[in-house]
């Protein structure tokens, strides 16, 4: 085996215990949407404002205190602290997994119930890039990363629309 194959081989097997969380994420999915308690915001006199904000690891909000935050990156990053270092002896590799995998206990699953929501939530409101907020469940600001901007764009463009 070369070191490309080595190193797919270690990648498809990261994948395939990420893929087995994310099965059991998707399935816990309607306990998680239950439990989970949308932001709002309030800013001034104005009424609040039901906020949801989707970010990657990479971005960093401000002024987002009330705002529910989502890491559509949740996956990829459980996937690389899972699969980091891990020898290219498959057997061991598998036997490594399944020790970080125990290690974690009850904070794996719910990391992954966390990252399955996310993606399923943002595949549900369309987005397609972020950051991303949502606002009132109805309305996407692209781009944004000041909650209380996108809120304010949100208010605008409301005031225009009239009754």
Known sequence: MNAFDTAFHRLA???GL???CAVIALSAGAQVTQQTQ???VAIGTAPPVH???????AVRLTHA???????????QLLEAELS??????EAQASEMARERMQRMGPSLQERATQAAHAITLAATYGINRVPAIVLDGS???YGVTDVS???DIYRQQQATKGP
């Open 13 to 15: 097997l990261a994948m």
């Open 18 to 20: 990420v893929a087995g």
């Open 38 to 40: 949308a932001g709002t």
């Open 51 to 57: 906020v949801e904000a989707f970010v990657n690891s």
């Open 65 to 75: 205190e009330g705002a529910t935050v989502y890491r559509v990156d949740g996956l």
């Open 84 to 89: 980091q270092g891990l020898p290219k002896d």
């Open 139 to 141: 309305s996407i600001v």
């Open 149 to 151: 901007r996108a809120v």
